[in-house]
């Protein structure tokens, strides 16, 4: 796959996000009115292929988990534009998204909070079937060890609750779920990092093999850099609401542009005793997304800051296959 | 993949769940004891007819105030009346108050508080301020007045006036769990499958709080049956004859002196009642503690 871009031709792409932007209000004084704005997505523009990954990377709060979630209208941008399979979605009334959430599916980073522990995993990876369709119990059980199966678990998993499994296990029952109505894209908000690493492979080679058997496009959100660059196609890195680098992910691999991202890579550990590292590769707290830093978010941290840096906030730009926000280039 | 079809392994889950339930209910006597007291209190109830060796309400003026004996073995009361049969009889009275008042007020309460809880906002602004007003207001002195208002004495309206100053409480109960769940991530799953607000309300909402729910009604029917004896002693419950404990106690006061028994079982009974029903409670209560399940 040599034409990757990050403007994905019309007809391949199944996702478009234009100039997102979710603000959460804070709330104070005794007329409970915004007095700040957490700045969770500030005007990002991506792009999704069909049957790509599309691995989203970035510190924790830096509003990549908000981005995720507004795409499939768990919560409700401020500004910008969502288009799924060429049909803006941003604005339709949750009545008419019900017929499209049929096709974008969530797996959620906790395995132990997502399965609700009243219910059995037949009525938890059933429960899609019975929003969505009119099958019978038994055809609903049928496809259910149909999914089980397709995930690897038993069927006697059938009638157990959630707390008699194991993080992998109920990870693999949160997979089953998010397939059950057959969907074409999944947001996979770090799907993973609740779980041993040995267990982390499992997962991440399921969804693989998932991804080639049922046509999958994922959306994988993740703070592990070393998952992300095994998972993606394309990889976007967020910084403080900001989208700073995207591309094709050999691209952002091997010719690291922003700072951020290359600090982002110094840091992944390396399991050699031999080797030491410098210790931390960027220095500093995020700072905070209600008061960000004027110019370019990073620049406080950033070991290459200029005076225009401070000032002027970096669009992104490059060629197509690979954008950057840095003044640097 | 074919089905399980052997009904054992199919409900292995559950077979589980309730071996440890009983296991940790074997290791707390206390809850033993009020469980049985409670099944005892139940089976007097219903079997109320055949236990009785008298009619309630059968006065004999001749054998008024007659000590406990062979005949009578709690003794009888000013009117000569069996007091044994009259307190197998109040059971009926006294649990069928508890089960309606606290049933209901469940009911209500569950209801408001799911949507007070779920939807926030106005909805909920306003219906915890009016449980707040209720609060104000000592629940039997409440409680007092609704009956007198209501002009006619039987257990109905008793019922009715408890139960009017009970939901409350649940509204509160039921809305702080609700609050913590409707953030939890597998109501957020739920949502991203597209389930109505019904759906996510009762099937995955409610399910989860029935826990401090199911203690907080144990230790209800014990609160309810007091109140209610309560309001009877003070003449706001049962008419005249209706061999209800509060009534009884309130009849039987003026003999105390002279006559124990006539206030004493009466008075035993409703102890025996609640401390039954509270037992059982506390004993659920720790029993359905998730820290202890797994």
Redesign the interface.
């Known amino acids: 796959m040599s034409d990757v871009t990050y403007t994905a031709e019309a007809g391949d792409e199944i996702l478009r996000v234009e100039n997102l932007k979710k603000y959460f209000p804070i709330l104070g004084g005794f007329f409970k009115r915004p007095v700040a704005y957490v700045r969770a997505v500030d005007d990002v523009s991506l792009s999704i292929r069909k049957k790509e990954t599309f691995g989203l990377v970035g510190e924790s709060g830096c509003g990549k988990t908000t981005l995720g979630r507004t795409v ?1 209208r ?1 919560i409700e941008p401020d500004s910008g534009r969502i288009i799924f399979k060429g049909m803006d979605i941003t604005h339709i009334s949750q009545k008419e ?2 017929g499209i ?2 096709h974008i ?2 797996v ?3 395995p132990f ?8 995993i037949k009525d938890i990876v059933g ?2 079937l019975v ?2 369709t009119n099958q019978s119990d038994s055809e609903i ?1 049928d496809t259910v ?2 999914l ?2 397709v995930v690897g678990l038993k ?2 998993h ?4 959630p ?2 499994f194991s993080g992998g296990q109920r990870q693999r029952i ?1 997979i089953a ?1 998010a397939l059950a109505l057959r969907p074409d894209f999944i947001v996979l908000d770090e799907p993973t990092s609740a779980l041993d690493v040995s267990v982390q492979a499992q997962i991440l080679n399921l969804l693989k093999d998932l991804q080639s058997e049922f046509n999958l496009t994922y959306l994988f959100i993740s703070h592990d850099l070393s998952v992300v660059e095994y998972m993606s196609d394309t990889i976007g890195v967020m910084y403080l609401g900001k989208l700073v680098e995207v591309g094709e992910a050999e691209s952002v691999i091997a010719e690291t542009l922003h700072p951020y991202t290359k600090a982002l890579f110094e840091s992944i550990p390396i399991p050699d005793p031999k080797f030491r590292g410098k210790g931390a590769a960027i220095h500093g707290d995020v700072p905070s997304p209600i008061n960000p830093p004027s110019g370019c978010r990073f620049h406080p941290r950033c070991p290459h800051a200029m005076d225009i840096c401070r000032t002027e906030e970096p669009a992104l730009k490059g060629d197509s296959s690979h954008l950057v926000a840095c003044h640097l280039y | 993949m074919e089905r399980v079809t052997d009904f054992k392994e199919k409900h292995d889950a559950k077979i589980k769940e309730i071996k440890y339930s009983l296991f940790l209910v074997r290791n707390s006597p206390l809850t033993i004891l009020g469980a049985l007291i409670i099944l005892i209190l139940i089976l007097v109830a219903v079997f109320a007819p055949y236990i009785a060796p008298y009619d309630p309400e059968k006065t004999n003026i001749l054998a008024r105030l007659k000590p406990p004996s062979k005949d009578h073995p709690f003794g009888t009361d000013d009117l000569g009346r069996d007091i044994f049969s009259r307190v197998i009889w109040g059971s009926r009275i006294s649990l069928q108050i508890g089960f309606t008042v606290v049933f209901f007020a469940t009911a209500i309460g569950t209801v408001l508080g799911l949507i007070a809880g779920y939807f926030r906002g106005w909805i909920d602004e306003i219906l915890m301020r009016i449980t707040d007003m209720f609060f104000a207001i000592p629940s039997l002195i409440l409680a007092m007045a609704i009956s007198a208002a209501l002009q006619t004495r039987s257990i109905y309206t008793t019922m009715l006036a408890v139960t009017f100053v009970w939901w409350p409480a649940y509204v509160r109960i039921v809305r702080s769990s609700v609050l913590s769940l409707v953030e939890s991530q597998f109501v957020e799953a739920a949502r991203s499958l597209g389930a109505s607000n019904r759906r996510i309300m009762f099937k995955h909402i409610l399910p989860n709080s029935l826990a401090p729910l199911l203690v907080q009604m144990t230790l209800d029917l014990g609160a309810v049956i007091l109140v209610a004896a309560g309001l009877s002693f003070i003449g706001f419950g049962a008419g005249p004859n209706t061999p209800e404990w509060g009534r009884m106690v309130a009849e039987g006061r003026n003999y105390m002196t002279t006559a124990w028994w006539t206030i004493t079982f009466p008075g035993l009974a409703i102890f025996i009642t609640v401390l039954g029903f509270n037992l059982l409670g506390d004993g659920l209560r720790d029993i359905l503690d998730p820290r202890l399940r797994r």
């Open positions: 499939g768990l998204f019900r959430r049929r599916q969530f959620f980073q906790d909070a997502s399965l609700n522990p009243r219910m059995t429960e899609p929003i969505h059980e060890l149909e089980l199966e069927k006697e059938l009638y157990r609750y707390h008699e949160n779920r």
